[in-house]
């Protein structure tokens, strides 16, 4: 694995970026959009070779990358998967990401894997052990990750703490930074009935490195984190509240089903981009 | 209760299938979500997922049996399969010998060999990318060492060997496929090599001779065992399997 000069340092990021899908490749190669950052799903990419990577080598040659995973299961009782690990290390060296992130859920025990974001109990238990298997990730990824709120359907009897105390101990204790995912805070306050301005105001401002936005769907019973529409009005309105308190923090777009042309997406992250630029501005 | 108890009576409840189960126990009911439906919909999206992932490897599977049944097919996998890797993408290893075993599909005999394939494509696609051969290290080998030579495919190609015409089967099966949609069984099986070339993935037809030579390389026979047992011949079949790219490295064995 070779890198191109600019990919080998970090880079910082700013503004809005999109969400990196294998059906858009071939509109990027071609009309290198003036996106200021893309996010990738890891997972795609811990392949042992062929297009994927020699893709996102290419992309990366000109703009820099977050990587988003989904398969850490940072909150299971299993011992932490190192061959996964090892594969993200690797990543990592192939593109200096800006941010290595995944979600703060359970996903696999005893060796098997639900290829899902499983909400944790709110307690004691789980927050310690959390936040010594967050260290240990840390230390070996070399670099400090951050963590997604996750939407949830459901929640546990046994726990002691609401999910904004709990995610902001994790990150305070254990040194990960929180990605603070908009919609994920809107669908599980309408599943669960608490307030999302709470949610916000309880978050500790120096901790949010990154936002995410995305679509949800109405089920009236609940709100599925769909990822298949674009982003619903109520989930803007947060954004706008968001932005207020934590100020212009880079966010991704993602859009993992009905996946539109590019450009729709990118209409759609400008809308997101000036309304970070309204917020400055009135700031 | 404690954090693993919870994680552990998730998987007998996912196994179970059944709304009401010891995990769903320790969940708080909802005003408008009760325990239940919140089980049900993790239930679903990953049953989903898992679906939605087989459909993305065995596309022209999909295509042949229609999306219902393929749906069917794959709960049916799922409920049997549990996943061990957290890359979703290694899920569809075993799909081809299930389809095998799966009496609704039993009348498409073909279609096992099919998966087979497209799981053999798959593979190619994100595996190792090929190295050719260094015939100048290969000219540096000792004349009393030759018979010791094990040669290599490339690590991503797989063999696969059918009854059918799968590679035609396969052919008309793709999502932008336009032309001729029959084919007759009685076409024949076939020998074929699934690889990938730099940035391509090839699907070649192999002739019986060149078959039976690279199963022996892909057994790890050296030069001497294959010399001992193979009818056809190797000065012609060796250099020919070489310059298709399907051999690309070697060892000596000592
Ligand atoms: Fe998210």
């Not at chain 1, 809308?271 to 309204?278: G, H, K, P, S, T």
Request: charged letters at 20%.
């Amino acid at each position: 694995m070779k890198a191109e000069g600019r990919a080998q340092t970090q880079q910082s990021i700013y503004g809005v970026g999109v969400g990196l899908r294998p059906q858009h490749f071939s509109y990027i190669f071609k009309h290198r959009p003036k996106v200021p950052w893309f996010e990738i799903l890891t997972d795609n990419y811990l392949v042992d070779g062929g297009p994927m990577l020699s893709r996102l080598e290419k992309i990366r040659a000109d703009y820099p990358i977050v990587m988003h995973g989904v398969g850490l299961s940072i909150g299971s009782t299993d011992p932490l998967n190192i061959n996964y690990l090892k594969k993200i290390r690797q990543l990592m060296e192939f593109i200096h990401p800006t941010f290595v992130s995944d979600h703060l859920c359970w996903s696999s025990i005893h060796g098997r894997y639900f290829h899902e974001l499983l909400p944790l109990p709110y307690t004691e238990e789980a927050l310690n052990h959390v936040v010594a298997r967050v260290e240990q990730v840390q230390e070996i990824l070399g670099t400090q990750i951050l963590l997604e709120n996750v939407s949830s359907y459901i929640t546990y009897r046994e726990s002691t703490m609401t999910e904004w105390e709990f995610l902001t101990e994790i990150s305070k204790k254990s040194g990960c930074l929180i990605l603070l995912d908009i919609n994920n805070i809107y669908v599980s306050a309408y599943n669960h009935h608490f307030d999302c301005q709470k949610y916000l105001n309880h978050i500790p401002v120096d901790r949010v490195a990154q936002f995410h936005m995305a679509g949800c769907k109405d089920y009236k019973n609940y709100l599925l984190d769909s990822h298949g529409e674009s982003i619903q009005s109520p989930v803007l309105n947060l954004y706008q509240q968001a932005i207020k308190r934590f100020g212009a923090i880079p966010t991704s777009l993602e859009r993992d089903n009905n996946i539109p042309e590019f450009n729709v997406l990118f209409n759609e992250a400008q809308q997101l981009q000036e309304m970070m630029n309204e917020c400055i501005y009135v700031a | 209760m404690s954090l693993k108890e919870l994680q552990e009576s998730f998987i007998k409840a996912f196994d179970s299938g059944q709304e009401k189960n010891q995990f769903t126990q320790f969940v708080k009911a909802k005003h408008l979500l009760s325990a239940e439906k919140g089980f049900s919909i993790y239930l679903n999206s990953i049953r989903g997922g898992l679906t939605s992932g087989l459909s993305i490897v065995f596309p022209a599977c999909k295509n042949i049996v229609g999306e219902d049944f393929f749906n069917k097919m794959a709960l049916s996998y799922i409920q049997e399969t549990p996943s061990y890797s957290p890359d979703v993408g290694e899920y569809g290893k075993y799909f081809s010998e299930f389809i095998k075993r799966f009496p609704p599909a039993s009348h498409l005999s073909y279609l096992s060999d099919v998966a087979k394939l497209e799981w053999a494509w798959h593979k190619a696609f994100n595996g190792l990318d090929a190295k050719s051969l260094d015939f100048a290290k290969l000219q540096d080998i000792d004349v009393e060492e030759t018979n010791n030579i094990q040669f290599f495919m490339p690590e991503n190609a797989s063999l696969i060997e059918s009854e059918y015409p799968i590679l035609h089967i396969w052919t008309i099966s793709q999502d932008d496929y336009q032309g001729d949609e029959v084919v007759h069984l009685e076409e024949g099986g076939e020998y074929l090599i699934v690889w990938r070339k730099g940035l391509e993935v090839f699907i070649e037809r192999l002739t019986e001779p060149q078959w039976q030579l690279l199963q022996a390389i892909q057994m790890g026979k050296t030069i001497s065992e294959i010399a001992n047992e193979f009818s056809g011949d190797l000065t012609q079949l060796l250099p020919e399997l070489t310059s298709c790219g399907w051999v690309t490295d070697f060892e000596v064995e000592s």
